[in-house]
């Protein structure tokens, strides 16, 4: 049984009421008819950021921006006209007030009228609403986003039914919101998931263990006309005041499904066509070898068993014809090497460069000498993974350029290793005191049986040196090029990864 | 050292009259005097070897000392002609060196594991022929000695 409270004493009553006023969170101001502030409560001072005595006696105008500023006086006369309320008795209206430090924030305020001492009153009760209005205006921009967004953004609850639809799911799905609102999720899956879904759910909320919770994954989708669309879907757990909620981002991937598609075909057929390049070149060597060497056999024997019979033009004119043979040979011969390079698997083991470049040395010990031409190897080069045979022969040739395309007294030629070159890693470079390369032809240098200058025909290559440089150093996966200007020697950069 | 016995026929099997013209040739440079038997196609080989088809009644035709063979061919090609001959138990004591222009790793490979007594990449050139020739007449017709003539054929 309850204690009965006493009511308090008229004089206490005052102290009380006046109490209870200034402690309660809302603003309470009274004004006259002409607008003039009467009494103000600590809560206004603490809204609007005043002393007590900067507002009463005077116009509660002050804390208002236009246009209600200038128009307050026009709602009171209007009012006292007409008697309709727009702001009286009506509940928290939403307005914008102004702080003392001249800022603006929302506010709800109710008005009411009484009158004291004859005196017309009104009693204004002012909410600050800034937090409500920012939540609000949070949530009014996310389902503003929702609604713009390209991506499907779906909700359901932790029973699968759909609590949110955003127009991008309609424009996937094909479901207008009110077809799926209430209804579960599942209808937008085909077999098995289908089927399958409310033990997905189950089973997570038992064992709490995320399968495709926080990770995107691409799945299939089943729109409205039973048409499967390929999806990248990416589901969040939300919980909020008591509320369960998935969120699916859901993005309709069949373009990315069709260009990927696409450059899986394109790959295979430049496979494809790269095979058969190299099968051709391979085939085309062989089988023009066989009437080559026919050729230069019938011109040999022709000059021994006719010898007698033949002048001085004759036997040269067949000694040319021989010469030729053994050129198309070495042409063909080259041919056949490029394209088996392009065949074959690399053997790629850890090599010890310094030793590939020394039995080079080696190797061209004679022409080095005759050519009075040394190979400096100014700092150690570092063990590599490649293939030594074919980095051997790469170095090879491109020592041999650096030694005949030169005419400097002595040649110097230099092999290296850089750590880093022009954004490159781990770049071998050989180097030379030559003739230069013009840099218009530094990548047509490359191709196969290309030459820069005539030769005489003892000395005259087949202008495959550099293509089997290039294509060596493409199939370690790496890069090749030049630097040099006609008359200053040049410079060969590689990579080998 | 050359004896009665030895001086048997080489068959010489090889598609193009080209390089059976140089190679009869450079057999004579050799010095290589066998009589040169030429089947310019596998399955004109097998008839020889076996001696049907045409060979059939005909006499003079003796089993090869040496075969000479070429690995690509049309129709019956070298590989399948080497299968055929060592598997048979008349011809396969008689010694096949391949004498072709592929120096292709899985063919020399499966030459020698089908049977074959040596594989030879073809010279280019002629002079590098003669040398192969002079080098078989020393070593098959040299040094070598190959099994007895079967009375049987």
């Known amino acids: 049984m309850e204690t009965p409270v006493p009511p308090v004493k008229p004089r206490l009553a005052k102290d009380f009421l006046a109490a209870v006023l200034d402690t309660v969170i809302d603003g309470v101001i009274s004004i006259n008819e002409s607008g003039t502030m009467l009494s103000v409560n600590a809560a206004v001072l603490r809204i609007f950021g005043y002393r007590e005595e900067q507002l009463v006696g005077h116009n509660v105008t002050m804390l208002m921006p236009e246009p209600h500023r200038s128009a307050h006086a026009h709602y009171i006369q209007n009012f006292r006209r007409t008697g309709i309320a727009k702001v009286i008795g009506v509940g928290g209206r939403e307005l914008t007030a102004l702080r003392a430090d001249g800022s603006l924030f929302p506010i709800s305020l109710g ?222 011969n080259d041919l056949l090497y490029v394209s088996r390079l392009g065949r074959q698997e690399l053997a790629i083991r850890d090599t010890d460069l310094n030793l590939v470049i020394k039995e080079i040395v080696q190797l061209m010990e004679p022409v080095l000498e005759e050519q009075h031409a040394t190979i400096v190897v100014p700092r150690p080069l570092p063990r590599y993974e490649c293939d030594h045979v074919r980095v051997q022969e790469l170095f090879r040739n491109l020592i041999t350029n650096a030694v005949k395309y030169n005419n400097s007294p002595v040649k110097s030629i230099e092999v290296g290793h850089l750590d880093q070159h022009k954004g490159y890693k781990d770049v071998f470079y050989v180097k030379d005191n030559g003739v230069g390369i013009d840099p218009r032809f530094h990548s047509e240098v490359f191709r196969i049986f290309k030459r820069l200058n005539a030769e005489p025909d003892d000395t005259k290559g087949t202008g495959s040196g550099l293509t089997f440089v290039k294509k060596i150093v493409e199939r370690h996966n790496g890069t090749v090029w030049i630097e040099s200007e006609l008359g200053e020697g040049a410079t060969f950069y590689f990579t080998l990864s | 050292m050359a004896n009665a016995e030895t001086v048997r026929g080489i068959l010489l099997i090889e598609d193009s009259p080209d390089d059976f013209e140089a190679t009869e040739r450079s057999f004579e440079k050799a010095g290589l005097s066998n009589p040169l038997h030429w089947c310019s196609n596998g399955q004109d080989a097998l008839d020889y070897l076996q001696q049907r088809g045409k060979y059939a009644d005909v006499s003079g035709v003796e089993r090869p000392s040496l075969i000479l063979l070429d690995l690509n061919m049309p129709g019956l090609d070298g590989r399948a002609l080497l299968e055929i001959v060592k598997q048979d138990k008349d011809l396969r004591r008689i010694p096949v060196v391949v004498l072709t222009t592929s120096n292709d790793a899985r063919d020399i490979d499966r030459c020698y594991e089908l049977g074959a007594s040596t594989y030879i990449q073809k010279p280019v050139d002629f002079d590098g022929l003669i040398r192969v020739a002079t080098v078989i007449r020393d070593y098959w017709f040299g040094i070598a000695l190959l099994p007895k003539e079967e009375e049987r054929w």
């Open chain 1, 111 to 332: 008005v009411t009228e009484t009158i004291v001492d004859g005196v017309s009153i009104f009693v204004g009760v002012i909410r600050d609403i800034t937090e409500r209005h920012a939540a609000q205006e949070l949530s009014t921009e996310l389902a503003g986003v929702a609604e713009v967004v390209v991506d499907a953004l779906v909700v359901i609850d932790e029973t699968g039914t759909i609590q949110s639809w955003n127009p991008a799911a309609s424009r996937i799905f094909g479901y207008e919101s009110s077809e799926v609102m209430g209804k579960n999720v599942k209808l937008l899956m085909p077999e098995p998931y289908h089927s399958e879904h409310d033990e997905y759910l189950r089973r997570f909320a038992l064992t709490r263990e995320p399968r495709i919770i926080g990770s995107g994954r691409e799945v299939t989708g089943r729109r409205k006309d039973g048409t499967l669309v390929p999806i990248d879907l990416a589901v969040s757990e939300l919980r909020r005041d008591g509320a369960h909620r998935y969120v699916g981002l859901i993005r309709d991937i069949s373009e990315r499904k069709r260009r990927e598609q696409e450059r899986e075909q394109l790959i295979e057929a430049l496979k494809l066509t790269n095979q058969e390049l190299d099968d051709f070149a391979y085939i085309a060597s062989h089988d023009l070898k066989e009437p080559l060497r026919g050729l230069a056999n019938n011109a040999r024997f022709l000059e021994e068993d006719y010898r007698d019979k033949l002048d001085e033009g004759g036997k040269s004119r067949l000694k040319r014809m021989r010469y030729l043979c053994i050129r198309m040979e070495s042409l063909i």
